[in-house]
Every structure is written in structure tokens, then in C-alpha cells.
């Protein structure tokens, strides 16, 4: 089987992060600073990324600017001719950083918001950070770098859509992604006080069309399924380790930011491995790639080629198995799993929000 190259690179730079979501895709054991990859070893990641085919990398974390060597790093991939992204919190995100990194030669800022209002987007974050990132934004487009913006949506700020998006609008941004919570790590666990009723989903998307016929010419709104609703599973990252790769603060490289649910499978480290052979070579990165692994009803079935059996780590997370076929699937013999949640919220039996986990 051929294997394409990998177009993009998530550098997780560190877990540490000053905001303490119920959503955070994080993993619930948090990789500590003294277990995080140095600069050089992250210098010799962009470096492998680059001779791999890599051509943008997306600088994440936690929260990216609490790296000092941050700029060093952008600065390099750029050197290498990468297109290079920040995503942020803007906690930390002063006129002074935001010269440097420009300077650096950063090509855009991905602002994370968590509400349209001050109360409920710090009341979500578990921190005062809103008035932080309102300064954030107005210093990022005053500096003409390129603002884009992405909201979790969950039923706790889903009756806000109009609002954030207008807000959106107005702070400036030229992309705003509306991502409905995927339920991995901490969002997995608050699952209850997170997953909205089909009613309320269904109004939100109906603003989001009515907005982007409004605000088509001055935003790109980009509305992520929220798949717990829909009768089929989206593809799993384009297909299992196809298009893009991760590598986590401790330097362990995954197919995608939450691979790591997967506990029976081992994943590689830059520390011990050549990233092009990890990516080539590795037993994870193979796992699932093709379509030979997959079992029924994915196996005869028309839409793997779509879809490709969906979530591989929402099957494990859901089933135990990351070869079944993705819960949320229609033709799944575990799509009761799905249907039991969703049950359980159109009945009323989970509407507090009550966050059992904040993600720290």
C-alpha cells in the first residue's frame, strides 16, 4: 500500500494551559514541563516535518506562548518555508509578543473564545479571559497579521451563536470555526452537561446558515458536525494517518491530537525514532490505514471510502475496540451507545451544567 505524505504538522508545544475548559481535547494525564521536548528537539521535529513534505505546521498546545523559545521556533519554520499558525487562548498575548512573533514571521492567529458574553465565556473557561482576548484580538488585526477565530459550541453557549458570530465580526476576524464539541478527553467526561438537545442544535444551525448568507463577504464561517446528531460518521482525518500527524509535548507523534485514547496501541517517539519513519514504518501509523483492517459492516460497505469506518478513537472510546465501526454510524451494532446519551439529554435527565472535570 502507497503512502502519501503528510501536508500538515500539529506541534503540541505543552499541556500547560491557564484555562480550564470542560471540553479540552487534552489528554486526562497532562504531560508535565520538565517532560516536554527542548528546543533543539523541536528544531530537529520542523526540520524532519520539512524533508517529510510537511507544509504548514499549526503551533498549539495547552497554550503555545507559554514557551519562550516560541518565537525561535516559528522563526525556523518559517526559514524552512512552512506556513506557520498559532492557536491560542491570547492569555498572555501582549502588543510587545505579538511584534515578535510577527517579526518572527507568523502568518496567522487562531483566537480561541468560549462565549459571546464576558460572564459566560469566563464562567466556561474557568478564567477571567475575556476582556484578555477582546484586547488579544483588536492588537492582532491593528498589527495586520490575519485574526481567525474558533468557538466550542455545547448547550451551554449554543443559544449565543447570532451573538458570538456578530462578535466575531465585529473584533475583526477573517475565519470563524464553529466547532461542535467532539467528545474526547474532559469533554468525554462532562459529556452530560455538554451534548445539547437536537432542538436546540437544530436552531443554531439555522442561524449559522441565515449568517453566512449575511456575513458571507466578510467572514468564512465553517459549521463542524456535531456527529452524536447525524446518521453517519465523518472521516476520520481524511482517512487514518493520510494527510497529517501530531506530535504531543513529550515528543510521542500521533495520527491525530487525541490518538493517544487509544491504549492498545503503542505510539512512536521523536526521541527514539526518525518522524519519516514513524510516519512510513510505524505499527500505530499503519493500523488503520486502507481498509483491510476494517471489519462488517464497514468492510462491504459503500461509504468507507468516505468515511473510512469513521472515528477510530471514538470506537475504542465508545466499544473497547478501535477497529468497530464508529458508533455514531447508523449501521453500527454499537449506534446504541450513541442513542443512550442523546436519550438521556432530550429527556431531561442531564441540563445543569455542573462541570465534574475542568480539564487541569
Given at each position: 500500500m502507497?503512502?502519501?505524505?503528510?501536508?500538515?504538522?500539529?506541534?503540541?508545544?505543552?499541556?500547560?494551559?491557564?484555562?480550564?475548559?470542560?471540553?479540552?481535547s487534552n489528554p486526562v494525564e497532562l504531560q508535565k514541563r520538565e517532560s516536554e521536548l527542548s528546543t533543539n528537539e523541536w528544531l530537529s521535529v520542523l526540520?524532519?516535518?520539512?524533508?517529510?513534505?510537511?507544509?504548514?505546521?499549526?503551533?498549539?498546545?495547552?497554550?503555545?506562548?507559554?514557551r519562550?523559545?516560541?518565537?525561535?521556533?516559528?522563526?525556523h519554520a518559517r526559514d524552512l518555508g512552512l506556513f506557520v499558525n498559532l492557536i491560542t487562548s491570547g492569555v498572555g498575548l501582549t502588543k510587545e509578543r505579538i511584534r515578535e512573533l510577527s517579526e518572527a514571521g507568523i502568518d496567522s492567529i487562531q483566537l480561541s473564545l468560549q462565549a459571546a458574553t464576558e460572564e459566560l465565556?469566563?464562567?466556561?473557561?474557568?478564567?477571567?479571559?475575556?476582556?484578555?482576548?477582546?484586547?488579544?484580538?483588536?492588537?492582532?488585526?491593528?498589527?495586520?497579521?490575519?485574526?481567525?477565530?474558533?468557538?466550542?459550541?455545547?448547550?451551554s453557549n449554543l443559544h449565543q451563536i447570532e451573538e458570538i458570530i456578530e462578535l466575531c465580526v465585529a473584533w475583526g476576524a477573517q475565519r470563524l470555526e464553529l466547532a461542535n464539541a467532539q467528545y474526547y478527553g474532559w469533554a468525554l467526561r462532562n459529556i452530560h452537561q455538554l451534548l445539547?438537545?437536537?432542538?436546540?442544535?437544530?436552531?443554531?444551525?439555522?442561524?449559522?446558515?441565515?449568517?453566512?448568507?449575511?456575513?458571507?463577504?466578510?467572514?468564512?464561517?465553517?459549521?463542524i458536525l456535531p456527529d452524536y446528531y447525524e446518521d453517519f460518521p465523518k472521516p476520520c482525518m481524511g482517512g487514518?494517518?493520510?494527510?497529517?500527524?501530531?506530535?504531543?509535548?513529550?515528543?510521542?507523534?500521533?495520527?491525530?491530537?487525541?490518538?493517544?485514547?487509544?491504549?492498545?496501541?503503542?505510539?512512536?517517539?521523536?526521541?527514539?525514532?526518525?518522524?519519516?519513519?514513524?510516519?512510513?514504518e510505524s505499527p500505530s501509523f499503519n493500523a488503520y490505514r486502507g481498509y483491510d483492517w476494517m471489519a462488517e459492516p464497514c468492510r462491504s460497505c459503500d461509504r468507507r471510502e468516505l468515511d473510512y469506518g469513521g472515528c477510530r478513537c471514538q470506537a475504542f472510546?465508545?466499544?473497547?475496540?478501535a477497529q468497530a465501526t464508529d458508533p455514531v454510524c447508523i449501521l453500527s451494532p454499537h449506534r446504541r451507545?450513541?442513542?443512550?446519551?442523546?436519550?438521556s439529554i432530550e429527556n431531561g435527565e442531564y441540563d445543569i451544567p455542573n462541570y465534574a472535570y475542568r480539564g487541569r
Open positions: 502507497s503512502v502519501s505524505f503528510p501536508y500538515a504538522l500539529t506541534a503540541e508545544l505543552t499541556h500547560r494551559c491557564p484555562l480550564h475548559c470542560p471540553y479540552c526540520d524532519q516535518a520539512s524533508e517529510l513534505g510537511v507544509v504548514q505546521v499549526h503551533f498549539t498546545g495547552g497554550e503555545p506562548l507559554l519562550s523559545d516560541l518565537e525561535l521556533l516559528i522563526r465565556a469566563d464562567s466556561i473557561a474557568g478564567f477571567k479571559a475575556y476582556e484578555l482576548k477582546r484586547q488579544a484580538a483588536q492588537w492582532i488585526r491593528e498589527s495586520g497579521l490575519t485574526l481567525n477565530m474558533n468557538v466550542v459550541l455545547h448547550s445539547p438537545r437536537s432542538e436546540q442544535l437544530k436552531k443554531a444551525e439555522r442561524v449559522y446558515i441565515q449568517a453566512n448568507e449575511r456575513y458571507g463577504q466578510q467572514i468564512e464561517l465553517l459549521w487514518w494517518a493520510k494527510l497529517s500527524l501530531t506530535v504531543a509535548p513529550n515528543g510521542r507523534v500521533l495520527p491525530c491530537t487525541v490518538a493517544s485514547e487509544i491504549q492498545s496501541l503503542t505510539f512512536e517517539n521523536v526521541k527514539e525514532r526518525e518522524l519519516a519513519w514513524i510516519w512510513k472510546l465508545l466499544t473497547g475496540d451507545v450513541i442513542m443512550d446519551r442523546v436519550e
